[in-house]
């Protein structure tokens, strides 16, 4: 057991990577993330979003980071939620070379008055996005082959309630997920953002496992008792988590995925998209000389095109 211990301390010390890891003997296997200074700091320091709105997007970005874990080609995974709510618009990428985005659109007015009528507590999904759908999908790089997604109403009081109905209603896996984000203060008044995702699944019995219903209600309620400090908490590190959840039967960690806020936005893929556009729609765009700027939505990027160059 000492040596499974060693295994998962190394692999799963430190911040912005994702692994996925088997509990021993079992039918049951997982996935677990860590984000902070290299990922989910800057992502949520480029927008300046209200404090719950900035957790809800940091749970979005470490849900799609758990998902892409399981990617066996090259591509991404979106994880979309778009709702009625004053957010109407919520996503995260995380992409197979590890670059991961995400952004969400919200009307401050409303934001605020549901904050007022909250009294400063965190507003649960239905108030957050109102009535909506939440999608994943899944798109290679490779154009030949096609991209999937699947949609599920937005139902639940958390992001993590949600994933694990899109989990049950279209891979009709047994599924938890447990996310949190945490705002850490330093010496000085520096403040910090930091994640942590979990989820484990259960694979499905077949005439060699038998029935995989035990392990995976054990594995469930071992789970079901992590506390959202041990998943933010820079000095219990993942390792230290999944020892203290699985070591009765121990865990075998497969090598972690480094992970960095990084961006696809380019000035070619703006002026692909300038150029679909209609004529019309582009002029009314346009500043007094002819010139169009505009923003990535993603990292805040501003681009500038001179006329003739569109």
Same mark, same amino acid.
């Given at each position: 057991?000492?040596?499974?211990?060693?295994?998962?301390?190394?692999?799963?010390?430190?911040?912005?990577?994702?692994?996925?890891?088997?509990?021993?003997?079992?039918?049951?296997?997982?996935?677990?993330?860590?984000?902070?200074?290299?990922?989910?700091?800057?992502?949520?320091?480029?927008?300046?979003?209200?404090?719950?709105?900035?957790?809800?997007?940091?749970?979005?970005?470490?849900?799609?980071?758990?998902?892409?874990?399981?990617?066996?080609?090259?591509?991404?995974?979106?994880?979309?939620? $778009?709702?009625?709510?004053? %957010?109407? @618009?919520? *996503? #995260? /990428?995380?992409?197979?070379? !590890? &670059?991961?985005?995400?952004?969400?659109?919200?009307?401050?007015?409303?934001?605020?008055?549901?904050?007022?009528?909250?009294?400063?507590?965190?507003?649960?999904?239905?108030?957050?996005?109102?009535?909506?759908?939440?999608?994943?999908?899944?798109?290679?790089?490779?154009?030949?082959?096609?991209?999937?997604?699947?949609?599920?109403?937005?139902?639940?009081?958390?992001?993590?309630?949600?994933?694990?109905?899109?989990?049950?209603?279209?891979? $009709?896996?047994?599924?938890? %997920?447990? @996310?949190? *984000? #945490? /705002?850490?203060?330093?010496? !000085? &008044?520096?403040?910090?953002?930091?994640?942590?995702?979990?989820?484990?699944?259960?694979?499905?019995?077949?005439?060699?496992?038998?029935?995989?219903?035990?392990?995976?209600?054990?594995?469930?309620?071992?789970?079901?008792?992590?506390?959202?400090?041990?998943?933010?908490?820079?000095?219990?590190?993942?390792?230290?988590?999944?020892?203290?959840?699985?070591?009765?039967?121990?865990?075998?960690?497969?090598?972690?995925?480094?992970?960095?806020?990084?961006?696809?936005?380019?000035?070619?893929?703006?002026? #692909?998209?300038?150029?679909?556009?209609?004529?019309?729609?582009?002029?009314?765009?346009?500043?007094?000389?002819?010139?169009?700027?505009?923003?990535?939505?993603?990292?805040?990027?501003?681009?500038?095109?001179?006329?003739?160059?569109?």
């Amino acid at each position: 057991m000492a040596e499974n211990t060693f295994k998962i301390d190394h692999l799963g010390a430190g911040d912005d990577f994702v692994a996925t890891f088997q509990i021993e003997d079992t039918s049951v296997r997982g996935r677990i993330a860590r984000l902070g200074d290299g990922v989910l700091d800057p992502i949520l320091k480029r927008h300046d979003y209200p404090r719950w709105a900035a957790h809800l997007l940091g749970e979005a970005v470490t849900l799609a980071v758990l998902v892409s874990a399981s990617l066996k080609f090259d591509g991404k995974v979106m994880v979309q939620a $778009q709702g009625e709510g004053p %957010v109407s @618009l919520l *996503v #995260a /990428e995380a992409r197979s070379d !590890g &670059g991961v985005r995400g952004y969400l659109r919200l009307n401050k007015e409303r934001w605020d008055f549901v904050d007022r009528v909250n009294k400063g507590a965190r507003p649960h999904i239905p108030q957050a996005l109102g009535r909506g759908v939440m999608a994943l999908m899944l798109q290679p790089n490779d154009p030949a082959q096609a991209p999937w997604q699947s949609m599920v109403p937005i139902e639940g009081a958390t992001l993590s309630d949600c994933a694990q109905m899109w989990f049950s209603q279209s891979e $009709q896996v047994p599924t938890r %997920v447990r @996310l949190a *984000v #945490a /705002e850490v203060s330093e010496p !000085g &008044g520096t403040k910090r953002w930091r994640s942590g995702g979990a989820l484990i699944q259960q694979v499905a019995g077949d005439d060699a496992r038998g029935s995989t219903d035990e392990p995976w209600d054990n594995a469930r309620h071992l789970f079901d008792t992590i506390e959202d400090i041990e998943l933010v908490d820079p000095d219990v590190s993942s390792g230290k988590l999944l020892f203290r959840l699985f070591h009765e039967s121990g865990v075998r960690v497969e090598p972690p995925k480094a992970l960095s806020d990084k961006c696809t936005c380019s000035d070619e893929r703006l002026l #692909a998209t300038i150029r679909t556009m209609d004529k019309e729609e582009v002029k009314s765009l346009a500043d007094a000389d002819g010139a169009i700027s505009a923003d990535c939505q993603f990292c805040g990027r501003v681009y500038r095109f001179a006329a003739d160059t569109i």
